[in-house]
């Protein structure tokens, strides 16, 4: 055998396991390319979803904050990989005030992991970020924080353990508020660590979300600050104050007793969380005079100056009496509002019948949901008429026999003080996610009575305040238009009205012929020998007026009593 | 004068083999930085800590090719036996003295100030042109064993020896395979061959399962899947790594197996960067220009009227080749893990500096080439 044929053996030889190699490479990596590639893919990358959003902010409507977060940093440690590095060394002790030689010894040590602090302050551990891949944790916390609390506390709400929202409008805004986790698509290298991170461009992270309230802090702070002064002259077993923007719908303030401190934490008693001027149904008593009132108007059943037989104080109406407060032979409609007669409304509503008695309270709101977007809200009590009983026209002429929320009388009476039309009550002004801003607006639910019939009502509201019942609601320099009520609270165990307890409510808005703002006062149960609206509830009605007054700087409309302001 | 050597020579070398040697080396440049950087950043906090070594190394690598090139071949050959002897020499250094540095469980380097040296990689070459020497001095003229050919046969069987208990296997079996070849260019008959490698085989086979991992590996190979954590780990990731490559591969530094997954990536598995970063491509190309290589080597060694000449020149090309071709087919899982380095690719410079020296004594003997 020559050198060129043993050569060529050899190069033959050559080239075959070449073309083998080359064979196999296209199998590897053409063929079998896309499940190597996924297989990769697994090896390299994790896909990190529980990097928690810090939840969205809460804000009044001048940005004043209500809820926001705070970070604080846990500081791990993992000795044996850490090592002693004399710079971590230095890093740890700046950052946990610790001397350097324990520190040090506890490194030696080459121990467990475990946790050397809990909670620290972001600025502590700054040091500290560029050993995360040599054996330092760094787990960051979320903490909800409310700045202006209790302010607002059950509007507001809570957050639970898992950051979740427990109530109000950390509940019902939710979706918005908790965001949207960061879904990160990390590349790591062999030894576990994160080399590069891919943020997963289809699922976008949102932690910006803010959402502002119609709410004022301002006059939220009046209305709780009034609450507890009112409580400090009659103790009662619970207040509402609504104060409302009649023209838009806004809820200003909405403010209850008792009420939780949210910055302690999610209270033992859940009932707590619950939003009572939303959640609660009581009897209006006799501020439901107004809508029957305007009912009876607009279907021009009766005049205002009008006179009606009050029966000198009693009147028996299917086996049951019925009873003024005040006995009067005879009195002009006009002041059957004024001395709020419950005979002469249910003489009112004997005329107008059940049908239209309830077709007025409907479409004032009542027995239907406001669609106030906070959470717990019910119907109320309003029975159809098929289902009354032979008493249950004249009860409900002044509010009984029906059960309203402290949201659907502000937005009735605000119905009234707005020329006629309901609006539905707006507690979200708008609401900000990464520089989209969806803007709620109040819609106009209907017109429930004319221009002309709310004047009416108006005008006898005023003189309710000027000269009746109400009087004690009045504000010097501005016109307040505004009702009583006094209602006797049912008991649901014995099913019949109980002796002693009682809600006192006052309803009214100011001033009179520009309505700014709507008040309803609402307290449950109060004590002592005078547990009257007109007592109880229109003294509060009047304070935070002024106050209100003062704070958004009203004018008043009153020419005569300009120099006295 | 000098300019007039210069030229005689530039004229006559193979400028092919000479154009795929410069394109390997430059291709491993850039190869071991894209597969090293990541780890260099990490262990010494330069990224160019390996790509500077290789500079480094290829500047002392072009110094011994441009060596090969300019003396005449005849002169190394000469110098061949006591190069043998030194290589020896050295590894017995390397196995039994403290100047031996031991790298992963393995005695392989000589410690040299701040440079490594393997004497295994300087063994391969000078065993090569030693055999060729001798039989061109004691076996051709009668073609049959005879007493002259045993003494350097026991060297080479020292050699062997001294290489496999470091322990290297794969290289102390690569050059029993070696000088089978040099043996079968060299025109020994081939049932010498045989006779000599079924003489061996015995021993063979105890060396083989001496040490467990040993065997481990070939049960690996039969079944790769088998343990992707233990022994199977590189060829694992190296297929995994060449496979997500893909025809185009991910983009030359955009490969992700080199993240530490297959460790030591840029000597050995440098192959299988190449294929996630490059795709089939890229691995076609380097396979390609292995064959090249082969062919350029081989067409010197048949154009020789010097049977030296002929056998060196085929011989080193085997060489080469050879080790081209066993590190890709364990790349690739198609022969057990064995740890030898791609020539002109991996990072290493020993292995640089003795394939670049061995190119250019092919180079000097393709400049006395027949002219046909």
Known sequence: ?565 | MGKRRTKKYSHNIDIPLLTVVAALVVFGLVMVYSSSAVIAGERYHNAYFFAFRQVIWIMAGSVAMIAGIKIDYRKWAALSRPGFFVSIVLLAVVLFTPMGRSVGGAQRWLRLGPLGFQPSEMAKVVMVMYMASTLHRKYIKRREFNKKLLPPLLLLALAVFLVYRQPDFGTAMFMIIVTAGVFFIGGVKVSHIVTAVMALAPFLVIMLFARPYRRERIMTFLNPSMDIYGSGFQLFHSITALGSGGITGLGLGSGLHKLFYIPEVHTDFVFAVIGQELGFVGTFAVAVLFAVFAWRGMKIAVTQEEYLGRVIAAGLTFLIVAQAALNMAVVTGLFPTKGLPLPFLSFGGSSLFFNMFAAGVILNISASCRRD
Not at chain 1, 131 to 150: C, K, M, T
Not at chain 1, 330 to 356: C, D, H, P, Q, W
């Open chain 1, 1 to 565: 055998m020559n050198i060129k044929v043993r050569a060529g053996m050899m190069m033959f030889a050559i080239v075959a396991v070449f073309a083998l190699i080359s064979v196999r490479l296209f199998y590897v990596q053409v063929i079998q390319h896309g499940e190597y590639s996924r297989r990769a893919r697994r090896f390299y990358t994790v896909v990190e979803q529980n990097v928690t959003p810090s939840r969205g902010r809460i804000l009044d409507r001048n940005g004043i904050v209500l809820a926001e977060n705070r970070h604080t940093y846990s500081v791990g440690i993992n000795p044996g990989r850490a090592g002693v590095c004399g710079d971590l060394v230095s890093a740890l002790s700046a950052s946990l005030g610790k001397p350097r030689a324990e520190i040090r010894s506890l490194l030696s040590s080459g121990a467990g992991f475990r946790w050397l602090s809990r909670h620290a302050e972001p600025g502590d551990v700054e040091g500290l970020y560029s050993f995360r891949d040599s054996g330092i944790v760094l787990a960051r916390e979320n903490h909800r924080i409310y700045p202006q609390a209790p302010l607002a506390s059950d509007i507001i709400g809570i957050v639970g353990t898992d950051n979740q929202g427990l109530g109000g409008i950390e509940h019902s805004f939710e979706t918005y508020l908790r965001g949207i986790p960061q879904k990160r698509t990390m590349i790591r290298d062999a030894r576990g660590r994160t080399v590069y991170l891919d943020v997963d461009e289809t699922s976008p992270s949102r932690d910006d979300a803010e959402v502002y309230l119609t709410l004022d802090a301002g006059l939220q702070y009046i209305a709780e600050r009034e609450i507890k002064e009112g409580l400090k002259r009659v103790r009662a077993r619970g207040a509402m104050v609504i104060i409302q923007e009649p023209s838009s719908g806004k809820i200003l303030a909405m403010a209850s007793y008792p009420n939780y401190d949210n910055s302690f934490g999610v209270p033992e008693n859940s009932d707590l969380l619950k939003i009572k001027p939303v959640t609660n149904i009581f009897e209006p008593g006799s501020t439901f005079k107004i809508f029957t009132a305007a009912g009876a108007l607009q279907e021009s059943l009766v005049e205002i100056e009008e006179q009606f037989d009050c029966e000198g104080g009693t009147y028996t109406v299917g086996g049951f009496p019925i009873r003024d407060f005040e006995p009067h032979d005879f009195l002009s409609f006009r002041e059957v509002m004024l001395y709020s007669s419950n005979i002469g409304m249910a003489k009112t509503a004997e005329r107008m019948g059940e049908n239209i008695l309830y077709k007025y309270a409907r479409n004032f709101g009542f027995g239907n949901f406001t669609g106030i977007r906070l959470p717990g809200e019910p119907r109320g009590i309003l029975r159809k008429p098929d289902r009354w009983s032979g008493t249950s026209l004249s009860r409900i002429s002044f509010g009984q026999e029906i059960g309203v929320t402290a949201v659907q009388l502000a937005c009735a009476i605000s119905a009234v003080a707005n020329g006629g039309i309901l609006r539905e009550p707006q507690i979200v002004e708008k609401v900000s996610v990464s520089g989209n801003v969806r803007r709620y607006e109040s819609l106009a639910v209907r017109r429930v009575v004319s221009e002309e019939t709310a004047r009416k009502i108006n005008d006898m509201l005023v003189d309710t305040v000027r000269y009746g019942s109400g009087v004690s609601a009045s504000v010097k320099g501005y016109p307040v238009a505004g009702k009583t009520g006094t209602a006797q609270k049912f008991d649901p165990e014995t099913f019949h009205y109980a002796k002693d307890k009682y809600v006192a409510l006052f309803g009214g808005y100011f001033p009179a012929d520009n309505p700014r703002l709507t008040i309803v006062v609402i307290f449950e149960e109060p004590e002592g020998p005078f547990r009257w609206g007109s007592y109880v509830a229109a003294p509060v009605f009047s304070n935070i007026a002024r106050a209100a007054i003062s704070y958004l700087d009203i004018a008043p409309t009153l020419p005569s009593e300009l120099a006295s302001r």
